[in-house]
């Protein structure tokens, strides 16, 4: 449902695909179709597969099962010289030994292209990453935004159709990694490359990703935009993942009307009443019936908080801990039960203070019912 | 003053007996073959001590240098075989997971825990006329008669090879070992196929173990006069050989340390290019 729409476009496909290390389950079942022209975002936590997954593309690992497509053909008898596809390594991986314009041109050279066309091809790079002038330096004489221009200029003189990324901007420090974020995007928009990121910053994937695939434990959780992946989080773990979330474990106890306000087109969805530990909740959601166990996620700027009860809500909490932060508010309350709940507004009304008691409640449509066997990837 | 002067007592203690070493036993022993070198030679042997430059004259004779050059010769012929030899040997152990990597190279030290007469006696007795090497030769009819393997250049070189190769293999295989794969794995990428991966990355980047390596082969080499003397029974003439004659039987001392210099500016040479080329911090001597 969200993936590529038409399979002949995907120019990458992975299929049923596994990878063990000895007894390391590293890749489960994974089934992804990147389409052209694409930014799709591998994202998940450390350790949970990302670079292993984007190595089988690139060829330095194989599949222990399943089937990898580059533009339609397998690729698991190809060598990772022979692929169409080129490398952003996550340690930029230039060669110490050349300069920056030897580093560039080696991909041409190698190809034996004549000398004349590579110094245009190299020309053409360097000023594409806003890096000429620095075509005779070492990389050690680079700082580290500059070795990751230069890595990039060398990945993308090939014309790969496919480039890439493994945490590219992972060392840079948080002002350069906006700025080449921006750049990075710009970049792709402009040649058309499918690019395949990995990144474990979600706010990174947010900001530059046309799909996010939200990875935990090799399995792939939720892949789709990063609007819907923030709106309509699948699991408990994205929810958790992505952006802020409060998260309350209850139980529904009456299925309501049909709502078909849930923001989507889909207007199965219908009104649940939820019992949390420490009250009652509403929430919209699809497929449920009462008995089942359930997670809520609202977004602390969706929540709303006042004085009285709701209609389907009775939630109170005590409000702990209150942040101004220039134009948003931060505030931290506590429910009977202990959870912490976080809540952001933009308005400054002094209204709450420490240790006050108030009632929690948000607009049904705006939280997100899970149910709580989807928290294990492994059960699809 | 005073707190100037106790900041400098650590140094001092620490590089100081190192110091007094190497000037007692490295630089005035140094000094003083340069000296004896432009000495004159006494009439029955030893040192006469007038300046002369006649032992440096004699090196230019036709005889000292086709030795000088044969010395070359062998000692080139060793490092080539050894750096052939070495750098696979080298690479394949380098390849090996650490715990396997180092059994093997405890194998390849393993030679050099017996005495060095011993090695060079067992490759004698292997290659002797009646030994098994020509025992195999002539029962499979490969030659008709034994083969005179013992004094000749071929058994040094093989006598100075096999003596040698660890000292190739040890720096060559660090720097080999050292070598990012990521920085391989960027060049596949990239599209070079291995060959290419191997001449544009891998060699350049470990020709700093390479360089070590030939100093380290090339120079004891040079300078070896028990393997030659053994496996070459004095019969052929080598520039350590001699060096060692004329400090001994021969007591032409003053020709000896001109020998002796003309080995260090050689090796001194090599050093100077190493630092030059490859930066002298590289040095991998293990
Ligand atoms: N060559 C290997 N041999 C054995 N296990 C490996 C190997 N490479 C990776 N692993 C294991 O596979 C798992 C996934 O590793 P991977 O490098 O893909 O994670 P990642 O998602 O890229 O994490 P990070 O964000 O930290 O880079 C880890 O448990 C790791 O220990
Ligand atoms: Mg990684």
């Known amino acids: ?380 | 003053m005073k707190k100037k002067d106790r900041s400098r007592l650590p140094m001092l203690a620490q590089t100081g007996p190192v110091s007094v070493w190497m000037v007692l036993f490295v630089t005035l022993p140094l000094l003083f073959i340069i000296y004896i070198s432009f000495m004159s030679r006494g009439e029955f042997g030893g040192v006469v001590y007038e300046f002369s430059t006649e032992s440096y004259r004699t090196i230019l004779d036709p005889m000292y240098f086709t030795v000088v050059a044969k010395s070359f010769r062998v000692a080139l012929t060793t490092t080539l075989l050894c750096l052939l030899f070495g750098y696979p040997l080298a690479y394949y152990i380098a390849k090996k997971p650490p715990e396997k990597a180092s059994r093997l190279i405890m194998l390849l030290m393993i030679p050099f825990w017996t005495n060095g007469m011993m090695r060079l006696n067992a490759w004698m007795l292997f290659f002797q006329m009646n030994g098994p090497v020509n025992y195999v030769l002539t029962h499979l009819h490969i030659v008709e008669k034994p083969v005179m393997f013992l004094y000749t250049d071929w058994l040094v070189n093989i006598g100075l090879f096999t003596n040698m190769l660890p000292f190739a293999v040890l720096p060559m295989y660090s720097s080999i070992e050292k070598l990012q794969k990521s920085l391989l794995e960027a060049s596949y990428d990239l599209g070079a196929d291995r060959k290419k991966t191997f001449f544009r990355v891998t060699l350049p980047l470990t020709f700093p173990g390479i360089f070590s390596a030939i100093i380290l082969t090339f120079i004891p080499a040079l300078g070896t006069y028990t393997v030659t003397d053994m496996l070459g029974g004095g019969k052929v003439l080598y520039i350590g050989n001699i060096i060692k004659n004329q400090f001994g039987a021969i007591r032409n001392w003053p020709l000896g340390a001109a020998l002796s210099v003309l080995l260090l500016v050689i090796t001194a040479l090599l050093i100077f290019l190493y630092s030059r080329f490859a930066g002298i911090e590289d040095l991998e001597v293990v």
């Not at chain 1, 590529?4 to 063990?20: C, G, T």
């Not at chain 1, 004489?141 to 060398?154: F, N, P, Y």
């Not at chain 1, 970049?187 to 994937?205: N, P, R, S």
Request: proline share 4%; net charge negative; glycine share 10%.
């Open chain 1, 1 to 380: 449902m969200c993936g590529v729409d038409a399979l002949s476009e995907a120019i990458v496909s992975l299929k049923n695909v596994e990878k063990w290390f000895g007894d390391n389950h590293v890749v489960r079942n994974m089934n992804l179709d990147i389409a052209e022209g694409e930014f799709l975002t591998l994202l998940g936590p450390s350790g949970c597969g990302k670079t292993t997954t984007l190595r089988m593309i690139a060829g330095f690992e194989d599949a222990t099962e399943g089937t990898i497509l580059v533009e339609g053909e397998r690729v698991e008898d190809k060598e990772p010289f022979q692929r169409d596809v080129n490398t952003v390594f996550q340690n930029y991986s230039l060669f110490p030994h050349m300069t920056v314009y030897d580093n560039v041109a080696y991909g041409p050279s190698i190809r034996k292209t004549p000398k004349a066309e590579i110094r245009e091809r190299v020309k053409e790079m360097l000023d594409m990453v806003q890096m000429s002038g620095y075509e005779k330096r070492k990389p050690d004489e680079l700082s580290g935004g500059q070795k990751q221009r230069v890595a990039i200029a060398r990945a993308l003189i090939n014309r790969p159709r496919v480039l890439l990324l493994d945490e590219p901007l992972g060392a840079l420090d948080l002002k350069l990694r906006k700025q080449m974020q921006i750049e990075l995007k710009r970049l792709q928009k402009k040649l058309g490359i499918t690019f395949v990121y990995v990144t474990h910053d979600q706010e990174e994937a947010m900001t530059m990703s046309d799909r996010i695939a939200v990875m935990k434990d090799g399995v792939i959780e939720q892949i789709g935009r990063p609007a819907e992946i923030y709106r309509r989080p699948k699991t408990r773990f994205v929810a958790d993942f992505i952006g802020e979330s409060n998260i309350f474990e209850g139980v529904v106890e009456h299925v309501g009307d049909r709502t078909g306000a849930d923001g989507s087109a889909s207007g199965g969805a219908r009104l649940l009443g939820i019992r949390l530990g420490a009250g009652r909740v509403s929430a919209c959601g699809e497929g449920f019936s009462a008995g089942d166990r359930v997670y809520v996620s609202v977004r602390p700027e969706s929540l709303c908080v006042s004085r009285e009860k709701a209609e389907g809500f009775d939630l109170p909490a005590s409000v702990t801990d209150t942040v101004y932060m220039g134009t948003l508010t931060k505030i931290l309350l506590r429910t009977a039960d202990g959870q912490e709940v976080k809540y952001s507004r933009f308005e400054q009304e002094e209204d709450l203070r420490e240790s006050m008691g108030v009632y929690l409640c948000w607009q049904p449509e705006k939280a997100v019912v899970i149910p709580a066997e989807a928290e294990r990837g492994e059960s699809r």
